[in-house]
């Protein structure tokens, strides 16, 4: 049989791929330990654990890792940013943003993207592939590897939109939930979407445990369809009714994430906001201001000034919603959210 890639399953996919190689349960644990739990490159070093059983290993299985092409680490807030090169030498970013003691890492789930969104510099290069699932579990274990930094918390908010990338994205979700692996809280893995609708319902449809944020940007249609492309297949109605959806099926004690990207004289008057009230009713949500991070691709976008954010904020009451205004860590050295093109120099 071909070897296995032990990095695109969870343990329990993993041990019936393999269940007629004759490598016992224990062998597949520890080998499955070895290349999650340590987030290990090579099968080096695991022959004094296992020295009768490691030739059946490198037989049954793949061990696939990405290699770091270079690093950046912001003097303001400590975020990481690591460049990985793919095997076909692409190239992509992945985030690692520190709190406290533990850590959030944003990871990409393409290189490049096909949504056009005006605010994004990952928009710029367009899709130039789908990443595989284990290309996007591997960026959590090179990140803990440069970082020693507990990750508690993943959200797919890097380059590419994740929905687009369906499967492999949930793959990687499952795997990172995964208790041998990196074992982290369903709660705190966050799958972000521009809205492709189809996926939204089919996530619900298969109750699928983590949560979503929806990148809104603007509830006014020509405005959306000006800054985000997708407005066109999927019109904001559309949109609202999958929101909405997604709502009931949290129950009555759960919030929705709505993903606002600020940006200055384009989306912040009263206009902006009664639009959200309109288009979102009842639905309990969260308005996740993002300000936004000037990119190369738009000169023409501005940042909000602190003033314009303060009173867009201040607008943003009399929807009687929680609002918080997202810090975008690493923004100093590109970083930040919008910023993602793997393109150093």
Same mark, same amino acid.
């Given at each position: 049989?071909?070897?296995?890639?032990?990095?695109?399953?969870?343990?329990?996919?993993?041990?019936?791929?393999? $269940?007629?190689?004759?490598? !016992?349960?224990?062998?597949?644990?520890?080998?499955? &330990?070895?290349?999650?739990? *340590?987030? =290990? %490159?090579?099968?080096?070093?695991?022959?004094?654990?296992?020295?009768?059983?490691?030739?059946?290993?490198?037989?049954?299985?793949?061990?696939?890792?990405?290699?770091? $092409?270079?690093?950046?680490? !912001?003097?303001?807030?400590?975020?990481?940013?690591? &460049?990985?090169?793919?095997? *076909?030498? =692409? %190239?992509?970013?992945?985030?690692?943003?520190?709190?406290?003691?533990?850590?959030?890492?944003?990871?990409?789930?393409?290189?490049?993207?096909?949504m056009a969104c005006r605010f994004c510099e990952t928009a710029s290069i367009g899709l130039q592939r789908q990443l595989g699932t284990w290309e996007i579990v591997d960026q959590l274990y090179r990140a803990q590897e440069r970082s020693g930094r507990r990750i508690t918390d993943v959200v797919f908010m890097g380059m590419g939109e994740p929905f687009h990338n369906y499967e492999r994205v949930l793959a990687a979700a499952d795997i990172f939930h995964e208790r041998r692996a990196a074992g982290i809280s369903a709660r705190r893995i966050t799958i972000s979407t521009v809205g492709l609708v189809?996926?939204?319902?089919?996530?619900?449809?298969?109750?699928?445990?983590?949560?979503?944020?929806?990148?809104?940007?603007?509830?006014?249609?020509?405005?959306?369809?000006?800054?985000?492309?997708?407005?066109?297949?999927?019109?904001?109605?559309?949109?609202?009714?999958?929101?909405?959806?997604?709502?009931?099926?949290?129950?009555?004690?759960?919030?929705?994430?709505?993903?606002?990207?600020?940006?200055?004289?384009?989306?912040?008057?009263?206009?902006?906001?009664?639009?959200?009230?309109?288009?979102?009713?009842?639905?309990?949500?969260i308005v996740d201001v993002v300000p936004f991070n000037p990119i190369a691709a738009a000169p023409e976008l501005e940042p909000p000034t602190t003033e314009s954010l303060h009173a867009f904020t201040k607008k943003l009451r009399i929807l009687n919603r929680p609002i918080k205004v997202r810090h975008s860590g690493g923004k100093d050295m590109g970083s930040g959210c919008g910023q993602l093109a793997a393109r150093w120099g």
């Open positions: 049989m071909n070897p296995v890639d032990i990095k695109s399953g969870t343990f329990e996919q993993i041990r019936q791929a393999v $269940a007629e190689s004759g490598l !016992s349960d224990e062998a597949v644990r520890r080998a499955y &330990l070895w290349a999650h739990a *340590d987030g =290990r %490159t090579s099968w080096k070093g695991l022959e004094g654990k296992l020295p009768r059983r490691i030739d059946e290993i490198r037989r049954t299985f793949s061990l696939p890792s990405l290699s770091i $092409a270079d690093e950046r680490v !912001s003097g303001v807030d400590g975020t990481l940013n690591l &460049l990985l090169r793919l095997p *076909d030498q =692409r %190239t992509i970013e992945s985030v690692l943003i520190p709190h406290w003691g533990n850590a959030t890492l944003c990871v990409s789930s393409q290189a490049g993207c096909a189809p996926q939204i319902h089919r996530f619900i449809d298969e109750r699928r445990p983590y949560r979503l944020a929806f990148s809104l940007t603007s509830a006014i249609p020509e405005k959306r369809r000006a800054l985000m492309p997708i407005t066109d297949r999927f019109p904001l109605a559309e949109l609202a009714d999958a929101i909405r959806r997604y709502a009931s099926s949290l129950g009555t004690r759960r919030w929705v994430t709505i993903q606002y990207v600020a940006i200055e004289n384009r989306n912040l008057d009263w206009e902006d906001v009664q639009a959200i009230g309109e288009l979102l009713g009842e639905v309990p949500y």
